[in-house]
């Protein structure tokens, strides 16, 4: 009898077993950085900063707190969509950061208000830096 009940248990433990595995997954990338004003330089709050994983509905949002800093901690180890929204200024989209495990991206960013940009199709883009930290 004592090989049906070592069986059982067996049974019982192994969805356990699964699930433990998965909580140990992966560990995910940091994207971070600061907005600023590109006229002022002065910090954004409010701006909303978008992670987009290309091909897929998954979508992150966080807005950039009092000194203009934004961000994602949980990123998975792809490469993502970066987008920056505010009223009033420019939408600026950054594809194809490339977000490791175990590193933080750092993306500083400064925003051309919408007045400065003009109404023609060869304004100034905001200005981007981008700095891979380990």
Do not use: W
Request: glycine share 8%; hydrophobic share 35%; net charge neutral.
């Amino acid at each position: 009898m004592g090989s049906p009940k070592k069986l059982l248990l067996l049974l019982l433990l192994f969805p356990l077993a699964l699930c433990a595995k998965a909580g140990t997954g992966k560990v995910e990338g940091i994207v971070n950085g600061y907005v600023t004003d590109a006229v002022t330089k002065k910090p954004l709050p409010g701006v909303v900063v978008s992670a987009v994983i290309p091909g897929s509905n998954n979508q992150t949002e966080v807005l950039t707190d009092e000194n203009g800093y934004f961000r994602f901690a949980q990123l998975p180890g792809v490469q993502v969509t970066i987008q920056f929204d505010k009223k009033g200024y420019q939408s600026y989209k950054r594809p194809n950061i490339s977000v490791r495990e175990k590193t933080a991206v750092r993306i500083n960013v400064e925003c051309l208000p919408e007045e400065e940009a003009g109404d023609s199709d060869d304004s100034e883009s905001p200005i981007l830096h981008l700095l891979q930290i380990s």
